[in-house]
């Protein structure tokens, strides 16, 4: 089975900040990793594609960059709707690991 | 726009069958889009379980897999989840999702809608 591993686990950071979370695969899946977005009681959210395909509808502060085993996800300026729970996932096997969650809090 | 909707009991005996039905609708689920299953249990990360074409062909978590069947019920544009011999470690929020294809690539998917979500706990 594919890993995947987030860092941070969790993060506060403040409205306006950049924020960077990394999403690391335990091997090569070439671009084909996924980035949701999940409030409380609320189910996950398509935010990026393909590493870097930004869903529609989706703000361009936030975008995605990587390829093999190295990925990242940036929010350019935090805004007060963006604090939530951030997953990767790949799609590089059938069996579609997700990496375990970053938690995005306000500091 | 299609929407996803899951219903079944929210509570299931241990050693019992959980059993859900995800309805779609503003779509068929005969498009060209695979069809998933997805849980989280309390306060816990995201889970894939398995997912079906409406071919009826079948993909399955292998940790699941000897416990879980999949079906798809196209006259009602609807599919279905089993999970047999359940625990406690099965209670969890069960999603349905579309999965689809990146456009271009018959490998890179992504699963662009959600159902709600639907809190199943196995209890006594």
């Known amino acids: 089975d594919i890993q995947m591993t987030q860092s941070p686990s969790s993060l506060s950071a403040s409205v306006g900040d950049r924020v960077t979370i990394t999403c690391r695969a335990s091997q090569s899946i070439s671009s084909y990793l996924n980035w949701y977005q999940q409030k409380p009681g609320k189910a996950p959210k398509l935010l990026i594609y393909?590493?870097?395909s930004l869903q529609s509808g989706v703000p361009s502060r936030f975008s995605g960059s990587g390829s093999g085993t190295d990925f990242t996800l940036t929010i350019s300026s935090l805004q007060p709707e963006d604090f939530a729970t951030y997953y990767c996932?790949?799609?590089?096997?059938?069996?579609?690991?997700f990496g375990q969650g970053t938690k995005l809090e306000i500091k | 726009q299609v929407q996803l909707q899951e219903s079944g009991p929210g509570l299931v005996k241990p050693s019992g069958t959980l059993s859900l039905t995800c309805a779609v609708s503003?779509?068929?689920?005969?498009?060209?889009?695979?069809w998933s299953w997805v849980r989280q249990p309390p306060g816990k990360g995201l889970e894939w379980i398995g997912e079906i074409y409406h071919s009826g062909s079948t993909n399955y978590n292998p940790s699941l897999k000897s416990r879980v069947t999949i079906s798809v019920d196209k006259s009602k544009n609807q599919f279905s989840l089993k999970l047999s011999s359940v625990t406690a470690a099965d209670t969890a929020v069960y999603y349905c999702?579309?999965?689809?294809?990146?456009?271009?690539?018959?490998?890179?998917?992504?699963?662009?809608?959600w159902g709600k979500g639907t809190t199943v706990t196995v209890s006594s």
């Open positions: 393909a590493a870097s």
């Open positions: 996932q790949q799609s590089y096997s059938t069996l579609g690991t």
């Open positions: 999702a579309r999965k689809r294809a990146v456009a271009g690539s018959r490998s890179n998917y992504y699963m662009d809608v």
């Open positions: 503003g779509g068929s689920i005969s498009s060209s889009n695979w």
